[in-house]
Every structure is written in C-alpha cells, then in structure tokens.
C-alpha cells in the first residue's frame, strides 16, 4: 500500500459516509427494516477505526509529529490536527504503544537466598514469559474493539503489575478476543478479576513495596461550596490503620465527645466526623512542635464578625474559604490561629483558639443563635450575655455544647440550680434538636425561640440547610 493508494481508500470512505448519510436524510421515511442490517454491519466495520487510530498515534510518536504544531509533544500535534481532546489524544499514544513497542523485558524480582537452580528457574520462566508476550502483542494488533471497550481494557490493565503473569500484552490479547462476544460491563468485570489472579502471582514482598512506593494523599482545589475531595492510595498497613482508626464501632460509648452525634448518619458521615475528630486531636497534641505549618490562619475584620452573615466567606492561611459554620466547628481547635483586623488592615488581635475560648465561642453563638435563646425574646447578641446551661459552680464548662446567649433580664431570671419552687425556669437543651430553650420545670418541654429575629439568624438558616443530612448543630448535653 503506497500513499495514494490510501488517499483513493480515504476518499471511497468519505463517498460512502456522504451516500450513508443520504440514506438517513430523512429518518421518518426510511424504510427501517431494510436498512437496520446495513447499519448493524456498519457499526461493526467501523469498530475497526480504534485499531487504526492507534496505529496512527503511535506512527505520529515515532515520527515527532509534535513539531509540526510547534511541540516536542505527540499529544498536542493529535490535539490540534485531529481536533482531539487531550484524554482521547493519550488513550490513543498509549494504546499505541501497547501494541507497537516492544514489550519492556521485565526485571527479575529481587530474591533472596536463591542458589544457582532456582535462579537459572526463574531466568527461564522470565525468557519464555517474554516470548509469550511478543506473540500475544502481534495477536492483539489483528483484533478489532469499539473504542468504548478499549478505554475499558485501557483502564482496568493500569492496575496490572509489571512482574505479574500472565503480562500486560497477554491479557490485553485475550481482553481483546473475550471484548468480541461479551458487553462493556461484563468485560470490566471479568478483567478486573484477571488482573487480580495475574497480580496474586507477584510476591508479595515485592507488591507490598510497590504499594509503599505509590503512597500518597492528595485534596482537590475547593469546589463551588468549598468543599475539597480526598484521595489518595496506602500500602496495606497504612490503610489498616486508617480503616481501623476511622472505623465508627471504635467510638461507642464515647458520650460527651463530638462522635455522640453518631444517631442515623451513614458510615461515610461518620468517617469523615472521626477523621476530623483525630485532626483536631493532632493538632492540639503536636502543634508545639509543628509551629507555624500545624496552625490554620483565619482572618477577618471586626467589621465582618460583628456583622457576620451565614453566606459569608472568611480566608484562612491553608487557601480554604470559610462559612460561619465551618468557623464556628473549627473553632474548637484549639490549635487554631486567628486574627481580627480593622477596616484597615491592621491586625487587632491575633490568638489561638485556646486562650480566646470566649471570642470563638461568641462567634459560634452568633452564628447559631444571633438573638436571646429565650422563647419569643428578640435581643440582639450585642444586648445579650454568653450564659452557661449547667452553671459554673454546678460543674458546667465554658464549651460550646454548654453555652447560650441570653439578655441581661433573662439572664437573671434564669433559675441556675434548677429548685422545683421557683416560679423561673432555666435555658436548657433540648434532647431531640440538640437546640437551646427554655424549660419551665424539670418534666416540661424545652420550648425553642422561633420569633422572627431567631429565624433570621445564621443558626436558624443553616439548621434549615442542614435539616436533611439529620445532623443536629451540637452534641445533645
Ligand atoms: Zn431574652
């Protein structure tokens, strides 16, 4: 086949296409039952592209084609004139070089304490290994795949150690051959399951320090909510330790710590709780000896935390941008750096969590509260008083899940030591909503604040917003 053999190929295709198309210029009168195996047979003629196209790729790398678009890279000259996207373009140079390169002669598995039998043994296995390999390269070239089954073949043989047996080209050929009379979905599963039985085979030492060595944790760049996705790979040993340290069942009985709010979240809830949970514990722990990498940096002016709104957004050292809400979980690290600025720029209070408790806490109530907790009361934060649901002298905690906003009247109405003959009842947590109210007397409900001021509150917003994962804002006290 010479070049204007193929230019007379190329143009009888491009006569074809014109004439098929024709055929279908007006779909409602065509007569159906005629035609539907003309295009059947199309269909499989035309799966054969996928083999040419990486034929072509591989040709375009061996020949630079990368300079006839300005680039040293194959991948932008089939980019540009083809008019590929760049995923398509590496599918096609890499199924290219699974079928042209010459298979890499793998390395003999590092062994220990073998005598010259077993090594001459494994010597052999790897020339005959080899040899299988090239014929089943040149097989698999004659075979013909829909591109869609390729990317799948493609994408399941990544996983395929480079020591396993059968090798790369083996089971790409027989992916090829069980492609022909089974649907995309059966061959992922079936090759997935192949390349497991061909990885089993690679010693385990050796496949334990390939997994270390593929080690890695990664977060993606912040979505349209700020939200990140982790990934990551770890070698055995390391994701026993993170499965276990993040399994749920571990953390029963834990009441009083933040992992009580377990009731009805699903495991990938859960997991993220703890996750956070033995961040925060780290952080805490470790931080004297990490200064300066350890510490989250949030900054904000005076102006935005006396005014914080809930679709607010305040940047912080690590390049996340966060909501009140996130603030104010955050805000129990105690790790945690912060600084207030005036309008100016100026910094006006730096401090770590810890030693500004009552700040962070203020802001939390804020945004949760933003008035009285009292039924009905509308007082604004600023004419309110950060008061302990289980007074200080009854043992109460200056913590999140034991603090609420009252006014200065019903601050001191309220009944601190809880006596049965006062007329006053108390603020109070509610069980069920894991929200502050008010309880008249010990066997009474506790009744929340819903007036209207209560309802504009950042609080009220996200609760609603929150309303369907289930999970309540504070750990019932
Ligand atoms: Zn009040």
């Not at 043989?157 to 027989?174: C, I, K, T, V, W």
């Amino acid at each position: 086949m010479n070049e204007s053999g193929a230019r007379v190929l190329v143009e009888q295709i491009d006569q074809a296409m014109t004439g098929l198309a024709q055929l279908l210029a007006e779909p409602a009168t065509a007569h159906f039952e005629s035609l539907h195996p003309i295009f059947e047979d199309l269909e499989r003629i035309l799966v054969r592209k996928a083999g040419i196209d990486a034929a072509f790729a591989w040709a375009a790398d061996m020949n630079q084609a990368g300079f006839k678009v300005g680039s040293s890279r194959t991948v932008d000259y089939l980019m540009q004139a083809l008019d590929l996207s760049r995923a398509e373009a590496m599918a096609r140079l890499r199924r290219g070089k699974a079928l042209f390169d010459p298979p890499a002669e793998p390395e003999p598995e590092p062994a220990v304490d073998e005598d010259a039998a077993e090594r001459e043994r494994r010597r052999v296995e790897a020339q005959e290994k080899a040899e299988r390999e090239r014929k089943a390269q040149a097989a698999a070239r004659g075979r013909d795949a829909a591109a869609e089954k390729r990317a799948v073949i493609d994408e399941e043989l990544r996983a395929l150690s480079p020591h396993a047996s059968p090798g790369y080209n083996e089971l790409l050929d027989q992916a090829l051959v069980y492609a022909q009379s089974n649907a995309v979905g059966l061959l992922r599963h079936w090759l997935r399951e192949q390349v497991r039985l061909a990885n089993r085979e690679v010693s385990r030492l050796h496949e334990a320090n390939r997994a270390f060595h593929r080690r890695y944790v990664s977060l993606s760049d912040p979505d349209e909510y700020g939200g990140v996705r982790l990934s990551g790979y770890l070698p055995s040993d390391m994701a026993a330790m993170l499965s276990e340290a993040l399994n749920p069942a571990r953390t029963t009985g834990m009441e009083g710590s933040e992992l009580q709010t377990f009731e009805g979240m699903s495991m990938g809830k859960k997991r993220a709780h703890i996750l956070a949970a033995m961040c925060r514990n780290f952080l805490n722990t470790k931080t004297p000896n990490l200064r300066g990498v350890g510490s989250i940096i949030v900054s904000m002016t005076m102006e935005e935390l006396e005014n914080m709104k809930v679709d607010d957004v305040f940047p912080t050292s690590t390049g996340h941008l966060l909501d009140p809400f996130a603030l104010m979980r955050l805000g129990e690290a105690r790790s945690d750096a912060f600084v207030i600025h005036a309008q100016d720029g100026q910094a006006l209070y730096t401090g770590t969590g810890k030693r500004t408790a009552n700040l962070w806490q203020r802001i939390a109530l804020f945004a949760s509260e933003l008035v009285c907790s009292h039924p009905d009361c509308d007082r604004p934060m600023s004419d309110c008083q950060v008061h302990h649901i289980v007074a200080a002298a009854n043992g109460g905690e200056t913590e999140l899940a034991n603090l609420t906003n009252l006014c200065w009247g019903h601050h001191r109405d309220n009944n601190d030591n809880r006596e049965p003959v006062s007329p006053f009842g108390w603020a109070d947590r509610d069980p069920g909503s894991g929200r502050v109210g008010h309880r008249k007397r010990r066997d009474d409900p506790v009744v929340m604040n819903d007036s209207p001021a209560a309802q504009r509150s950042g609080g009220a917003k996200i609760r609603k917003k929150y309303a369907e994962t289930q999970e309540p804002l504070f750990t019932p006290a």
